[in-house]
Antibody
Framework: QVHLQQSGSGLVRPSQTLSLTCAVSGGSLSSGGYSWTWVRQPLGKGLEWIGN???????RYNPSLQSRVTISGDRSKNQISLKVNFVTAADTAIYFC???????????????WGEGTTVIVSS | DIQMTQSPSSLSASLGDSVTITCRASQRIDSYVNWYQQKPGRAPKLLISAASTLQSGVPSRFSGSGSATHFALTISNIQPEDYASYYC??????????FGRGTKLEI
């Protein structure tokens, strides 16, 4: 059974870069044709999609975050990563990684989730 | 981008009741809508994919319907473990995914 283990800094200073990783266990990043996604949730609020990295390696980001976000995959380490540049207090949230099941272009659903990482942006 | 207007934002129900949560998409999205349940301090859990496909292990009292721009999640015979927040999500690749603002189901 696939398990997603998240890690990364829980405290980031304003204007710095938020970096998180999501390690895949019980399966391979490159097998099964799966894609991967990041979602965040400001404390006490709703879910916001950040972006996807598809099995092909292609990425797509939320237009509201696109200029500051990078999602990448490392098949040798069996993990995906998220970087958000120039963070502000508005980036304070719980960040989740998840597996995207389904197929391109539009039939996707998030069927396996990481436990979430709380990231606070503060000086 | 595609907006998902979810209603109501909160809902009160008693054990054994049935409730319906709706999502309206700002443009036609066929059946590319998923529904998730989230309990406090936990990651979301997938309930239904492609508008009406119940996920393995999810009780049959959960059902989804709709297509194009109008979608609904119905919970019948509400049980204690169903008190949670629920989110719809559309999965079109262009311009990208989006979630509804959520519905909190309370006693």
């Amino acid at each position: 059974q696939v398990h997603l283990q998240q890690s990364g800094s829980g405290l980031v200073r304003p204007s710095q870069t938020l970096s998180l990783t999501c390690a895949v266990s019980g399966g391979s990043l490159s097998s099964g044709g799966y894609s991967w996604t990041w979602v965040r949730q400001p404390l006490g609020k709703g879910l916001e999609w950040i972006g996807n990295i598809y099995h092909s390696g292609a990425t797509r980001y939320n237009p509201s975050l696109q200029s500051r976000v990078t999602i990448s995959g490392d098949r040798s380490k069996n993990q995906i990563s998220l970087k958000v540049n120039f963070v502000t207090a508005a980036d304070t949230a719980i960040y989740f990684c998840a597996r995207l099941n389904g197929y391109y272009p539009d039939y996707y659903f998030m069927d396996v989730w990481g436990e979430g990482t709380t990231v606070i942006v503060s000086s | 981008d595609i907006q998902m207007t979810q209603s109501p934002s909160s809902l009160s129900a008693s054990l054994g009741d049935s409730v319906t949560i709706t999502c309206r998409a700002s443009q036609r999205i066929d059946s590319y809508v998923n529904w998730y349940q989230q309990k406090p301090g936990r990651a979301p859990k997938l309930l239904i994919s492609a508008a009406s496909t119940l996920q393995s292990g999810v009780p049959s009292r959960f059902s989804g319907s709709g297509s194009a721009t109008h979608f609904a999640l119905t919970i019948s015979n509400i049980q204690p473990e169903d008190y949670a927040s629920y989110y719809c999500q559309q999965s079109t690749s262009s311009p990208g995914f989006s979630f509804g603002r959520g519905t909190k189901l309370e006693i």
